[in-house]
Nanobody, 123 residues
């Protein structure tokens, strides 16, 4: 079992930055791919970014160039640095994990989930 806890959300103005953290416990995290998803009110949960066990990253087009994911395996933590935030980035952000080096854009393919952290970007 892997337990995930997100932190770092908050309220920022358009153009601001936040860094989300996803801290893992329960198992060695280094062998897991970690994904970031978000869900806005009345919308489905959508894939945002992922980082695999080799620290190779993938981003959806809407956040490319603005969001960066990284990982610190010694701290069992994955980060999502979010810059140039826009009101449409407002959502609850979740991290998810699955063993191995592959990731999926489909939230049902991920095994472990945190409870989420709210990100609100004001215009």
């Amino acid at each position: 079992q892997v337990q995930l806890v997100e932190s770092g959300g908050g309220l920022v103005q358009t153009g601001g930055s936040l860094r989300l953290s996803c801290a893992a416990s329960g198992r060695t995290f280094s062998g897991y791919a970690v994904g970031w998803f978000r869900q806005a009110p009345t919308k489905e949960r959508e894939f945002v970014a992922a980082i695999n066990r080799y620290a190779i990253t993938y981003y959806v087009d809407s956040v490319k160039g603005r969001f960066t994911s990284s990982r610190d395996n010694a701290k069992n933590t994955v980060y999502l640095q979010m810059n140039s935030l826009k009101p449409e980035d407002t959502a609850v952000y979740y991290c998810a994990a699955r063993p191995g080096s592959t990731y999926s854009l489909t939230y049902r393919d991920w095994d472990y989930w945190g409870r989420g952290t709210q990100v609100t970007v004001s215009s």
